[in-house]
């Protein structure tokens, strides 16, 4: 059985940071696009960021370029993002996901997520 749990998430200053971790269970994420989505209150799920099996491609939402850093540890098994520069609306239950395809973009796994919530 598949389980991707996040961790990392809490409550943080604005311009603050904070670290998510995805550890992933049942399947090797050597083998997956590993994503990060987040969902705010009253709105739709959206894309933050991603990272191709190797590594060798990445991509962020616009809204979070140059503050957010995605990376990965297949290793470890784990994927993580990094949040720094902390902004109001970032505030959101972050999500992590696994996916196969690059274009299509879709995701078979995702994780039950983690709180972020930045105070002004």
């Known amino acids: 059985q598949v389980h991707l749990v996040e961790s990392g998430g809490g409550l943080v200053q604005a311009g603050g940071s904070l670290r998510l971790s995805c550890a992933a269970s049942?399947?090797?994420?050597?083998?997956?696009?590993m994503g990060w989505f987040r969902q705010a209150p009253g709105k739709e799920r959206e894309f933050v960021a991603r990272?191709?099996?190797?590594?060798?491609?990445?991509s962020y939402a616009d809204s979070v370029k140059g503050r957010f850093t995605i990376s990965r540890d297949n290793a470890k098994n784990t994927v993580y993002l990094d949040l720094n520069r902390l902004k109001l609306e970032d505030t959101a239950v972050y999500y992590c996901?696994?996916?196969?395809?690059?274009?299509?973009?879709?995701?078979?796994?995702w994780g039950q997520g983690t709180q972020v919530t930045v105070s002004s």
């Open positions: 996901a696994a996916g196969i395809n690059w274009e299509t973009a879709v995701y078979h796994f």
């Open positions: 049942g399947l090797r994420i050597s083998n997956y696009i």
């Open positions: 990272i191709s099996s190797s590594g060798d491609m990445i």
